[in-house]
């Protein structure tokens, strides 16, 4: 029976994988202008999201959707540091927290990783 961490991690992919469609401008505002086809990467990536969070839960697929998020936050880390070198200071998120997310990417594989 899967614990709560995996429980944790299942619907905090569900629900990042949500926000994409919910909120696509976000995702749009963060993507890097030398990758194609902005809009559909933003949802491709919301539905890959909720469904790895989905197959977290399923246990002949925990270690697959594990792997997949693995390479997912390793795909979206250019992102990151796009949205990083891109915000002028004093609009948007606070620089901390753009600071923050690139390390927790390390820390969230670690925590997928748990789960392989």
Do not use: C, D
């Amino acid at each position: 029976m899967p614990g709560l961490g995996l429980y944790f991690m299942a619907a905090l992919y569900m629900l990042a994988g949500f926000m994409h469609f919910y909120k696509p401008k976000f995702y749009l505002r963060i993507m890097p202008p030398y990758i194609p086809f902005h809009l559909a990467l933003v949802y491709i990536s919301g539905a890959i999201e909720i469904l790895l969070g989905i197959f977290l839960l399923v246990p002949a697929f925990t270690s697959f959707a594990a792997l997949g998020i693995i390479a997912l936050l390793i795909a979206v880390f250019p992102a990151n540091v796009y949205h990083l070198t891109s915000t002028k200071k004093g609009r948007g998120n606070a620089r901390w927290v753009l600071y923050l997310r690139l390390p927790l990417q390390g820390v969230l594989i670690w925590w997928a990783y748990l789960f392989v």
